[in-house]
């Protein structure tokens, strides 16, 4: 057997070597791995197939590759893609509807409106009805070019057939664009394009702007007019997508005053005329509904101080109070740091630019 020194002395030369080698030794730092855009290598295959495909099958598979660089801002290889579709009058009726799309899309990205229309209006799209899937986004183009030729009625019809299918992503939008036409139109035009509409959906659209113009500064008849509305076009968009405004008129109706308090100078002109002026709209109101709120009347003539009669509306149940009239006592509510409930005053405070919480301010009066 070796000496124990014998074995011993080797190995702590070999841990020493290694060490000190371990020790020597760099570790390479991680390269950044390049991120691979995966619509990208997905159109590539889609490039790739098409080059062993022929005829329409060839042409869908190109315009596809076109359709995802275009999603990626890549407009110069979707424009290469697209216009390498060989024939596209000879495709079918799906493939050259795509491709009037791209070539319109194309034309507008690169600021030319009038070639964007003369794809969308070509003999390639003669086949698009309300219900191909490309329609959304087709009419939603065609609506746009529209409106920025001035031409808002056929804005209106193209974005009208654009709403048509509800479960598009984009519907909701569709729909707030197509309502911000129609309340744009005077009386007269809205009536000039009924005379004309030959649609369901057009004509379901402008009986919906008639009905909540005919009403509109009344929410309780707008809500029951609509109501009625819905329960005619039962087949119409808005009857399952309203627009914004119309859908928020109910919790507008919720979140009404139940009791009103009028605070007004009684033995002045000025008060006695804003007092008969409201009273004549609660009674048409009340006419229509008999939901309306209640109506106190509380006399600030002379009044020096308005915290006193103000505090007896807030009392009584007030959920809304009106005025004063009197700047000084405008100035005093105006002082504080909230008012217990919303407060419409019919004058300006001499400090508008400090505005207590709850009140605001109307110059009714001088």
Known sequence: MLPRSTVTAPCKVLMIALLTGCGATEISAPQPVTPVNTAVVQAEALVRAAGESSGDSAARLLLEAAQIYF??????????????????ASLAAESQLAYALLQAKLAMVSGDSAAAMRWLTGNLTQSMTEDSPNAPEFYTMLGSLHEDNNNLADAINANAMAARQINHPNAAQIVERLWAQLQSLEAEELEQLAA???????????????????????????????ERWQQVWTNHTAAQILPADLASLQSLWDARPRSIALLLPLQ????????????SAYYEALAVSREVPIISVYDTSGLLDVEPVYQDAVAAGANLIIGPLNKDLVNQL???????????????????????????QFGLAP
Do not use: C, H, K
């Not at 919906?208 to 029951?224: H, K, M, P, T």
């Not at 005329?273 to 409201?278: D, H, K, L, S, T």
């Open 268 to 279: 002045q002109t000025a008060g006695i005329a804003i007092q008969e002026g409201f009273l």
């Open 71 to 88: 999603d990626e801002a890549d407009y110069s290889g979707a424009r290469e893609l697209t216009n390498r579709v060989q024939s596209p």
């Open 196 to 226: 004309s509409a030959d649609s369901y959906q057009l004509l379901g659209w402008i009986e919906l702007g008639r009905v909540y113009r005919a009403d509109e500064f009344n929410i309780r008849s707008q809500l029951d007019a609509i």
């Open 334 to 360: 105006n002082s504080g740091d909230r008012l217990p409930v919303p407060t419409l005053a019919l004058n300006y405070s001499d400090s508008p630019q400090i505005m207590t919480g709850n009140l605001f």
